[in-house]
């Protein structure tokens, strides 16, 4: 069978999949079990997707227990042990206030992890929004909000984030709406192509003929239609997030230099590096692993739900 | 043709009046009264006045705006409140090092993607397509500012083999370039790589096969040439996206440009140089997307028709 008739006969059965879902009530539940039975399925094939998974996973345990797991006190100062090279005592050494560096990554996971997932989050569901209203509408909505998200992405990647972070002022919470808005222009993009692909199929003319109401066909038959590529775009840009959002940190426009962020940890470390370049391991470490796990996850995701784009 | 060419120009003009109706804006999005803002936290109640004065913020918005392009157009951005030199002056006088940057970024980083990719697509599923893929998302998913502190500490450092920051020498564009980059080496061979699998399943591909053709014909003509068509429309937002680049590896390396004058800037709160940068920035940005789509319109001949 060729790619294209594969590719047709997959659409086939989505379309007899929501044709099912429509109307086949009883058998929704078996129906939406099945699909999600697959969809493990297919998904468990790509080891690089289920490692990123997995790692995700232990990081979502790290930000909840970390602060507590830390084997010392992540702000105790400790002036006899000031840039202490990792050792059995400490994993990853001691910083310029002779804290212990594991410790500190360990503290400050809830805060890097809890603002970028926060914001994307809080981006996605505004953009969303934003994204169905232009696709359904059109008109004058769909001016706004394109020629608005045309107007931020002229402020390319991070520049936008920095952007309103100057016109805030540095801060944790103004890094998070900084972030939030930094999110919002690529999921309304996405999110109105993919309103205006579902709002000509067949069954929201259907829902249209049969009298439904502009809310109803937008949240039960449109929205439906757009969460895979949602899901997708969603768990994309947490691994921008989590990079603009220790960006920010790292520039001095994040969270506090006393506070464990990662971003932050590695804006001190570079004051000292040339002495103690062991401060730099572990935060970089960190970071990097956890955009690497939600990049793999997010690309998984894509292939398993979204043959289309591979 | 040359419709296209016209539209797409014209497309630009809106989108710069938006651009800089909000950098304008910008000066009043912040909170509290501009005049304080601008004259510092220490003024007097004269020299708030003074300001309010200077800058016409007596007038209507709308006034103040006609005011603002008008000066714009002139290439005047005001004055810097740190170092009182024209805003014009200042980022002129740091325009070429960040220029040196992203020239230095884009003379190696997408010629090598777009090679890692197409090698991959050839080689779909071996050795090779697996290492180049993860090195690629590797790529992408690194921190430049971490890779930029960790290429200084081996290369500079510890090896001593090249400078840690300044821009005096070729020799020191060498680490920058590298940061600079990564993304968009990594983003191109992920790009190349899926636009090239489409291309070879082209029904033209297989009637060159068909035909007899030699592999390395098919690959190189047919193939590769067109599946870079898809792979252009990326690369100008990419090389945008240097732009936002330059900001973090001019930090790290101490480099004088218009992105380590940016964040300095946001530190000493000079909202005229910040409103000038955020200008000169997103300006940059729209024009080189610009250049990339006519370019496109160039070698790709569907879009005639359009």
New interface residues.
């Given amino acids: 069978m060729s790619?294209k008739e594969q590719l047709q006969n997959e659409e086939l059965q989505q379309q007899n999949a929501n044709f099912e879902a429509e109307y086949i009530d009883e058998n929704v539940a078996y129906v939406a079990d099945s699909k999600f039975k697959s969809f493990v399925k297919k998904f468990m094939k790509r080891r690089?997707a289920v490692v990123g998974f997995v790692i995700i996973v232990l990081l979502l345990i790290l930000a909840v227990v970390g602060p507590s797991i830390a084997p010392y006190d992540p702000a105790a100062y400790n002036y006899d042990n000031m840039f202490a090279k990792p050792s059995a005592e400490h994993w990853f050494g001691t910083d310029h206030y002779g804290r212990d560096i594991f410790s500190r990554v360990c503290a400050g996971a809830p805060l890097t992890l809890g603002v970028a997932l926060s914001s994307v989050i809080v981006g996605t569901i505004v953009g969303a929004v934003l994204g169905l209203l232009a696709g359904y509408y059109g008109g004058w909505i769909e001016m706004l909000v394109m020629?608005g998200a045309?107007?931020l992405f002229?402020?390319?990647?991070?520049?936008l984030a920095?952007?309103i972070?100057?016109?805030?002022g540095p801060g944790i919470v103004n890094v998070f709406i900084a972030v939030a808005v930094f999110t919002v222009p690529s999921i309304a993009r996405m999110m109105r192509s993919a309103t205006l692909a579902v709002k000509s199929s067949l069954y929201v003319e259907v829902a249209h003929s049969l009298g439904c109401k502009d809310g109803r066909i937008l949240f039960l038959h449109i929205f439906p239609g757009t969460t895979q590529t949602l899901i997708v775009n969603f768990t994309m840009r947490i691994?921008s997030a989590i990079?603009a959002a220790?960006?920010l940190s790292?520039?001095?426009?994040g969270a506090n230099v006393t506070d464990p962020e990662w971003?932050a940890m590695?804006s001190q470390?570079?004051s000292y590096?040339?002495t103690a370049?062991h401060m730099?391991y572990l935060?970089?470490?960190v970071?990097?692993i956890t955009?690497?796990a939600f990049?793999?996850f997010g690309?998984g995701l894509r292939d398993t739900l979204d043959p289309k784009?591979? | 043709m040359g419709r296209y060419f016209v539209r797409r120009l014209l497309e630009t003009i809106?989108?710069m009046l938006?651009?800089s109706i909000?950098v304008f804006m910008?000066i009043h999005?912040?909170?509290g009264d501009p005049a304080k803002t601008l004259a510092g936290v220490e003024a007097t109640v004269e020299e708030v006045e003074a300001i309010r004065e200077e800058w016409g913020l007596n007038d209507p918005l709308i006034v103040q705006y006609g005011n603002y392009m008008k000066d714009l157009l002139r290439g005047d951005m005001g004055r810097s409140l740190k170092s009182s030199t024209p805003v014009t002056e200042l980022i002129l006088s740091r325009f070429q090092y960040t220029i040196q940057l992203v020239l230095a970024g884009v003379l190696w980083a997408p010629a090598l993607g777009i090679f890692i990719g197409v090698m991959c697509a050839i080689k779909r599923g071996k050795a090779f397509d697996l290492g180049g893929m993860?090195f690629a998302?590797?790529g992408?998913?690194?921190?430049?500012?971490?890779v930029g502190?960790?290429l200084?500490?081996v290369f500079a450092?510890t090896l001593g083999w090249l400078p840690s920051g300044g821009l005096d020498s070729w020799k020191s564009l060498i680490l920058p370039s590298v940061v600079m980059g990564l993304g968009i080496m990594a983003t191109l061979a992920r790009y190349s790589r899926?636009s090239m699998?489409e291309t070879l399943?082209e029904d033209y591909v297989r009637t060159a096969r068909a035909k007899g053709q030699k592999e390395s014909v098919v690959m190189f003509s047919h193939a590769f040439k067109n599946s870079l068509i898809q792979v252009v429309t990326i690369l100008g937002?990419q090389i945008?996206?240097l732009?936002?680049?330059s900001?973090?590896t001019e930090?790290?390396f101490s480099i004088p440009g218009m992105g380590r004058l940016?964040?300095d800037s946001?530190?000493y709160r000079d909202y005229p140089a910040?409103q000038g940068l955020?200008m000169i920035?997103?300006l940059q940005?729209?024009l080189i997307n610009l250049l990339v789509d006519l370019l496109y319109g160039v070698i790709n001949p569907k879009i005639r028709y359009d």
């Fill in positions: 790619n690089t020629r045309d107007v002229a402020f390319p990647d991070i520049l920095i952007a972070v100057a016109i805030l691994g990079m220790s960006s790292f520039l001095g426009f971003g590695l470390a570079r590096f040339s370049p730099l935060p970089g470490l970071i990097f955009v690497l990049n793999l690309d784009i591979k | 809106p989108l938006i651009i909000f910008f999005l912040l909170p993860l998302i590797a992408l998913s690194a921190p430049g500012f971490w502190l960790m200084i500490q450092v899926s699998l399943r937002l945008g996206g732009l936002s680049g900001v973090i930090t790290i940016l964040v946001i530190a910040i955020l920035f997103s940005y729209v």
